[in-house]
């Protein structure tokens, strides 16, 4: 029993050490392009993993993972303008603030069953983006903020800093799934999200497993606004609240495989790198595969790819 | 020694009032049968006393204290737990799964997985352990909603409806099973409309008729009442 | 002064209603999020430009020629994405395919018409007339009238009509509805053509008054949803309600706030009557 708990997690672990070596065999210096693929593979395996967490798991749909990414991005961005901290160092606190958000909007969305959470959520993150641009003292507005990160315990920023850092923080964010996956939690979580009458009449505090759910998935969110902003250096309301950050995670967890730990990934890596090229050469007709591909695997193949392997979890 | 006390107790719902003024107090041990006709108000009691209804006046008494204001999952945690007229399984996940689940909540991962089993053997769902219980047939159902609730170590546990549209043969072996519960010492209110479920079932038998209480007795003598067959029939019968 | 401001707004909220009218009852009887709804009003905007930028057709009456076109656009999806999907399942998937629907049409339009904006200029577009010492723009109060009408007429669909009836009887039971004769299945297909239809009849009305460009969907969708949570899910009197209510908050709070606090009053009523008063400021007590 131990022993099958443990083995992921060490996988894990050596799949991220193994993977960290890459700047020393792929030179970033003249792989430009293709470190800032990575990079936004490992952010986004970090999203989209968060979005299961809540989605897949526990059942409660989120349309706002934008605002969460937003509020961590503008966290970062912020703490930076005006107080000169260094966006590494804030980037903890991406999380910590995104997760006060989300406190917020659960204790007020929650109180109702139904449809009215993935409501909420969109309207967060329709409130915090209009709050971005209008709130422009505090925020500077549509002018944006710019950040400029330093080195990193003396390592230079770059494309190998970037690729390490957000390869961890991927790695974090599937631990927390993995974890999660492994305790009895999971249970109660597919339990509040498959019926929820159920899971009270037997007991379980679904309130609890959902609030839960969202505020791991939201600490991930602004974790991932964090090392977006730190990454591009600037940021301003319509790249911060962007909704394809609402959208890519939950297509990407469809066609991976909702509600497993693999899913999610296994959707970016497959995709996201196709997704990259297709939106250099056609602006924008990622949103529309996007849209034809979700409708077509929600419809067709619910259970994503993952579901065409396997029958069981993990 | 009574282990539900219900004391004038109604619930109305805006103008219709579905419970009223019902006083009830249901001795440990029995099986406790609640009848009536459509829209007598069982299944509001049942709500009521599970805390998924709010109550509009009236206390609740369990084992001596009052549970009026505690939420649905407490109260199971304390020791009521129903089952569902319309079977609320987890339906994409194993009959297994669906046992073990309020089993997690209780006991220690491997403790779980054992005590699930042994549920499963109990309640003739052993042949059904990997199955989706989306697989299951109506009976078969009705049993996996009756082992979700034993699962959690219930005292007093209110079966709503368990013979709705199961065949004759399991209706047989349903009647055993909850015999057997009671004699485990679980008390139950079991809300039914087959009579002659409820006449060889119940020790005691309350009827409703518009929310209130019209008869209250051995089940037998229930039965055989001037405005029990009213209720029933309509006057010209009785 | 604040009587202008309320006539503004009680004009723009009969708009806001129609617009929120196709979102309730499809909530209403399926319990389906329809997350394309707001690209239904933005296709109903564009088909209403189109029809008057190539013939010169009032969008006034181009609503009434391509509503069948919508009916059928609405049931198919309904019929082949929604319907087949297992009841269990159905009002998380159906919130994820409607989304991807509203990606796909929001991105065709960009391709069809681009990103840029779009305007219906009518001949009277800048004419205003003067009541109660307010300034009222012909369009608007056409497009407001003609909302009050659509809505005065759905209501009489609803409650006189066979149709409207079983809608409502599905909506308030459906095992009762099948078990009375009502078809259920093609009830809930024709009912989710006819939300859709409202939708982009509600865009072809807004059509003289608001820009149109491919991702105005979006602004709708939430205004739509707050009317819907305001009034009470699935109810057409609330969902007149709201809108008029937002109406009124939007017009205040660009007067009294700053403008750009226009946009954030349709959250702020959201949430607030999600944490206040969750079953709708008519207390989910009427049925239509």
Redesign the interface.
């Known amino acids: 029993?131990q022993n099958r708990s443990v083995k992921p997690i060490v996988i894990l672990f050596v799949c991220l050490v193994v993977l960290s070596f890459m700047p020393f065999i792929i030179d970033p210096g003249s792989y430009k392009y293709l470190y800032n693929i990575f990079f936004i593979v490992n952010v986004t395996v970090l999203l989209a993993t968060s979005w299961n967490i809540l989605?897949g798991f526990a059942?409660q749909?989120s349309?706002g993972h934008a605002g969460f990414v937003g509020i961590g991005a503008y966290t970062v961005a912020l703490l930076h303008y005006h107080l000169q901290w260094s966006p590494w160092l804030a980037l903890p606190l991406a999380g910590v603030v995104t997760l006060l958000a989300a406190v917020i909007i659960g204790s007020?969305?929650f109180?109702?069953r139904?449809?009215?959470f993935?409501?909420?959520t969109?309207?967060l993150a329709?409130?915090t983006k209009?709050?971005a641009?209008?709130w422009r003292s505090f925020t500077q507005g549509t002018q944006g903020v710019v950040v400029s990160p330093g080195p990193l315990l003396s390592i230079p920023s770059g494309g190998a800093l970037y690729f390490v850092v957000s390869l961890w923080l991927a790695g974090f964010g599937i631990l927390c799934a993995l974890l999660i996956k492994l305790s009895?939690t999971s249970?109660?979580f597919?339990?509040v999200g498959?019926?929820e009458?159920?899971?009270?009449?037997?007991?379980?505090?679904?309130k609890k497993y959902k609030l839960i759910a969202l505020y791991i998935s939201s600490f991930l969110a602004g974790i991932t606004g964090g090392v977006l902003s730190v990454h591009t250096g600037f940021i301003d309301p319509s790249s911060g609240f962007d909704?394809v950050h609402t959208?890519e995670p939950?297509?990407l967890t469809?066609v991976g495989g909702i509600g497993t730990v693999l899913g999610p990934v296994i959707g970016t890596v497959l995709l996201v790198p196709v997704g990259e090229v297709f939106r250099s050469h056609f602006p924008?007709?990622h949103?529309?595969l996007?849209?034809?591909?979700?409708?077509v695997f929600?419809?067709f193949i619910?259970k994503g790819i993952m579901g065409l392997f396997r029958k069981k979890k993990i | 020694m009574n282990i539900l006390e219900i004391k004038d107790l109604t619930k109305a719902f805006g103008g219709v009032v579905a419970v009223s003024d019902l006083n009830l107090s249901i001795r440990e041990g029995i099986i406790f049968g609640v009848v009536g006709p459509n829209g007598a108000g069982k299944t509001t009691l049942i709500n009521v006393i599970t805390g998924v209804e709010k109550i509009t006046k009236g206390s609740i008494f369990f084992k001596g204290s009052d549970i009026g204001k505690l939420p649905t999952f407490k109260r199971s945690l304390e020791g009521i737990t129903r089952t569902f007229q319309i079977p609320q399984c987890f339906t994409g996940l194993t009959v297994f799964e669906n046992i073990l689940i309020p089993l997690l909540l209780r006991l220690p991962k491997q403790e779980a997985q054992l005590e699930a089993a042994r549920i499963a053997e109990r309640m003739f769902l052993k042949d059904d352990l990997n199955k989706q219980a989306q697989m299951l047939s109506v009976g078969r159902l009705k049993l996996l909603e009756l082992a979700k609730a034993y699962a959690t170590s219930p005292r007093l546990l209110l079966v709503d409806e368990p013979m709705g549209g199961v065949s004759l043969d399991m209706m047989d072996s349903l009647i055993n099973l909850i015999k057997s519960l009671r004699d485990e010492g679980i008390t139950i209110l079991l809300v039914e409309h087959v009579m002659k479920v409820v006449v060889a079932l119940a020790d005691e038998l309350v009827v409703l008729n518009f929310g209130k209480q019209i008869a209250l007795g051995a089940p037998q003598e229930v039965m055989k009442r001037k405005e029990v067959i009213e209720a029933y029939l309509g006057d010209e019968y009785a | 002064m604040i009587t202008s401001i309320i006539i503004n707004g009680i004009l723009i909220g009969l708009i806001y209603a129609l617009l929120a009218i196709g979102l309730t009852v499809i909530f209403g009887v399926m319990r389906i999020i329809n997350m394309f709804h707001g690209e239904a009003v933005m296709l109903g905007m564009y088909a209403a430009f189109v029809l008057f930028d190539k013939f010169g057709i009032s969008p006034y009456i181009s609503v009434f020629l391509t509503a069948p076109i919508f009916f059928v656009l609405g049931s198919i999806i309904y019929k082949f994405l929604i319907d087949p999907i297992p009841a269990r399942e159905r009002e998380i998937t159906s919130l994820i395919i409607t989304l991807g629907i509203s990606f796909i049409f929001a991105t065709s339009a960009m391709y069809i018409w681009s990103a840029d904006y779009r305007t219906v200029t009518l001949p009277f577009s800048q004419d205003v007339m003067v009541f109660i010492k307010t300034r009222i723009g012909y369009p608007a109060l056409i497009s407001s009238c003609m909302s009050a009408v659509m809505i005065v007429g759905f209501y009489l669909f609803m409650s006189k009509t066979y149709m409207g009836r079983a809608i409502r009887a599905t909506e308030l039971d459906k095992d009762t509805a099948s078990v009375m004769g009502v078809n259920v299945k093609w009830i809930s297909i024709a009912t989710f053509g006819i939300g859709v239809v409202l939708a982009a009849m509600a865009g072809g009305i807004l059509s003289p008054i608001f820009y149109i460009y491919p991702f105005v969907g979006s602004n709708f969708v939430i205004k739509a949803f707050t009317i819907v949570v305001l009034g009470g899910m699935g109810s057409v009197t609330g969902a007149l309600v709201g809108g008029i209510i937002l109406g009124v908050a939007e017009a205040l709070a660009s007067t009294f706030l700053e403008y750009s606090m226009k946009d954030i009053m349709a959250f702020i009523l959201f949430l607030g009557i999600l944490l206040f008063k969750p079953s709708g400021i008519l207390g989910g007590r009427t049925r239509l």
């Open positions: 029993m989605g059942g749909i349309f007020i969305a109180k109702l139904g449809p009215y993935a409501l909420s969109l309207a329709e409130v209009l709050i641009e209008g009895k249970y109660f597919l339990a498959e019926n009458d159920a899971a009270l009449s037997l007991g379980i505090n679904s909704m959208v939950i297509f469809m924008t007709a949103l529309l996007y849209g034809i591909v979700l409708v929600a419809r619910p």
